[in-house]
């Protein structure tokens, strides 16, 4: 009985470990009006066929960081939630191919009918090729 609930405690311990890796916290996130400014700022940007990147890269930064800004301008609600859905999905599993010290602030080019997740996350990792 004990053997039992001590192998559940380890598998449960495994999935914690296993989620919190692709987990996406506040940690991952740019939320300050100020590190957006700092980013626009830096005026390192990136253009690909779905995404504009403007990206900064910070020294005293542990995690990469990632920024959304989707105007109205893009389309309704639904829309411009979809679309922050996909690039989040792409960044939280593909964000230890990230370097640490980055911060990325994501945004659409008018292509609303071709976003599929796939779109999104080839052109994330193309242009991530290109900052390395």
Same mark, same amino acid.
């Given at each position: #009985?004990?053997?039992? $609930? ?6 449960? !311990?495994?999935?914690? &470990?296993?989620?919190?890796? =692709? ?21 390192? %940007? +990136?253009? @690909? ?17 990632? @920024? +959304? ?5 893009? @389309? *309704? !609600? *639904?829309? %411009?939630?979809? =679309?922050?859905? %996909?690039?989040?999905? !792409?960044?939280? $599993?593909?964000?230890?191919? =990230? %370097?640490?010290?980055? /911060?990325?602030?994501? /945004? ?6 071709? #976003? ?7 052109? +994330?990792? *193309? &242009? &991530?090729?290109?900052?390395?």
């Amino acid at each position: #009985m004990v053997k039992k $609930l001590l192998e559940e405690e380890e598998k449960s !311990a495994e999935k914690d &470990l296993v989620l919190k890796k =692709f987990s996406f916290s506040k940690s991952f996130r740019i939320l300050k009006k100020s590190e957006f400014f700092s980013i626009y700022k830096a005026k390192n %940007r +990136l253009s @690909g066929d779905y995404i504009q990147l403007n990206f900064q890269f910070l020294k005293n930064q542990k995690n990469p960081k990632l @920024g +959304l800004t989707v105007s109205k301008k893009f @389309g *309704c !609600a *639904c829309i %411009r939630n979809n =679309f922050k859905r %996909r690039v989040k999905e !792409a960044f939280r $599993l593909n964000k230890e191919q =990230f %370097r640490k010290n980055i /911060s990325i602030n994501v /945004s659409p080019k008018f292509k609303k009918n071709e #976003m599929t997740f796939k779109n999104i996350e080839n052109d +994330l990792l *193309c &242009l &991530l090729k290109k900052i390395s």
